[in-house]
């Protein structure tokens, strides 16, 4: 774990690897929590009769906009950003995504700090996020993600 206090340990990282989190299990528990909160309940995520006989995986799939939202939450076990009164999810840029996330895969954030700038008093971080899924070459997605600080 990377603890960052002050815009100039942020800045030491640009261009840099920080870290990676731990493995993350996205289950269909999950996968149907989310179809709940955001009213998509396509078949693929939800339905693992349909999703085995007649899908291109023989698996349920997790949303792309799950693994998405998996960010935050991985990427504070990779990097402590401390002495800020606001943090502000941006933006993402340049998102792919490459390989779906079967039922049951574990996944994990790799986090490498493409950008640091200070816009007057705003810090503006951009990070390059790759989800990377176990046992598979191929990450779930590449992006850069953009956050906002405002350090005390």
Do not use: C
Not at 2 to 16: L, R
Not at 18 to 43: C, E, K, M, P, Y
Not at 82 to 91: A, L, Q
Not at 103 to 122: C, F, H, M, P, Y
């Amino acid at each position: 774990m990377v603890v960052i206090t002050n815009f100039e340990e942020y800045k030491s990282y640009e261009g840099k690897v920080v870290g990676v989190s731990n493995w993350h299990r996205i289950d269909q528990q999950q996968i149907n929590t989310f179809a709940d909160a955001t009213l998509d309940h396509q078949w693929i995520h939800v339905d693992k009769e349909r999703a085995k006989n007649e899908g291109p995986f023989k698996s349920t799939i997790a949303h792309g906009y799950l693994t998405l939202a998996l960010i935050p939450y991985l990427w504070k076990q990779i990097a402590d950003i401390r002495n800020v009164k606001m943090e502000i999810n941006y933006g993402i840029e340049n998102l792919k995504f490459g390989q779906p996330v079967l039922v049951d895969n574990e996944v994990q954030l790799q986090a490498k700090v493409q950008s640091i700038t200070n816009l007057r008093g705003t810090v503006k971080a951009v990070i390059q996020a790759t989800l990377l899924i176990r046992d598979n070459a191929k990450p779930a997605y590449v992006g850069d993600v953009v956050f906002l600080y405002h350090f005390n």
